[in-house]
């Protein structure tokens, strides 16, 4: 069994090219591969093996970056990455807006928690990750702000996001690992919205602690590997990756972002 580890943290980094040949050194030794990205605004990744090699990874970040990595972990039956990669980015989850996550995020909210939150009529529940990932399970009741990738979302907020607060007393977002929401929480409270929370450890770590029975999500979970989808439990998902096309697909269905096309009818979804 492969044990998985997504895991980030937002901190502040003044030389992040120096941690790229130590980690790697370190993932290479212990046989750990997927990817690590490195920013002046901390750590962000995915990365898969043995479970003491994933450990001994950790253990390193843990010393080089932050103590208090967000880590969820999870299993699969083959290793989900061909390769490491160790890469220093301008950002961690590229937004292209500067905003202080490490300081100026919204309030974390537990899983445990997060149900009573999200069933408060005065709470505006946003999920911030892609359309194609929506598409397969989101909560009910949440916002798609239908954007092609994360970059959208500002623009999306400015337009759009503001006006549905009206009547509203809140702000709540999630996205899969907990990253993209939490930097999102940061850009709204720089437009002047005081009330805003997210979900610690995303979806990911809702689904690892909530029971299928309290769960209000509906649908699978996306997640950027061969897995491709994630659901109760952090069991195997519904859905796997279409040849054609890259986006997911449900299992023994036709793809519906290939429907009517010639890799459709080759049976490629």
């Known amino acids: 069994m492969i044990s998985v580890a997504a895991l980030y943290r937002f901190t502040r980094l003044d030389a992040p090219e120096a941690l790229v040949e130590p980690l790697r050194a370190c993932a290479a030794t212990h046989g750990v591969k997927g990817t690590l990205l490195l920013a002046d605004e901390g750590v962000n990744g995915t990365i898969a093996g043995p479970r003491a090699g994933v450990e001994a990874v950790l253990d390193r970040l843990r010393a080089l970056v ?17 390769r490491l990669k160790v890469r220093v980015k301008p950002e961690i989850v590229t937004m292209g807006v500067a905003v202080d996550a490490a300081g100026g995020a919204g309030t974390h909210v537990a899983p445990a928690e997060w149900n009573a939150l999200i069933d408060d009529p005065e709470t505006l529940l946003i999920d911030t990750r892609n359309s194609y990932e929506v598409a397969i399970g989101s909560f009910a009741g949440a916002v798609d702000p239908g954007t092609a990738c994360f970059r959208d979302f500002p623009a999306w907020f400015e337009a759009e996001g503001k006006a549905l607060m009206a009547g509203k007393r809140r702000v709540a977002m999630f996205c899969t690992g907990g990253i993209r929401c939490e930097k999102a929480t940061a850009l709204v409270r720089s437009m002047g919205v005081d009330a805003v929370y997210h979900l610690k450890g995303g979806i990911l770590r809702y689904l690892e602690e909530v029971s299928a029975a ?33 986006r997911p697909a449900a299992i023994g269905a036709a793809c519906p972002n290939c429907a009517g096309s010639t890799a459709d009818a080759a049976g490629y979804g």
Do not use: I, N, W, Y
């Open 66 to 82: 932050a103590p208090d990595l967000d880590v969820k972990f999870s299993t699969a039956d083959a290793m989900p990455f061909a």
């Open 214 to 246: 309290d769960s209000r999500r509906q649908g699978d979970c996306f997640v950027f590997d061969e897995r491709v989808a994630v659901a109760e439990g952090l069991a195997p998902g519904r859905h796997t990756m279409c040849r054609a096309c890259g």
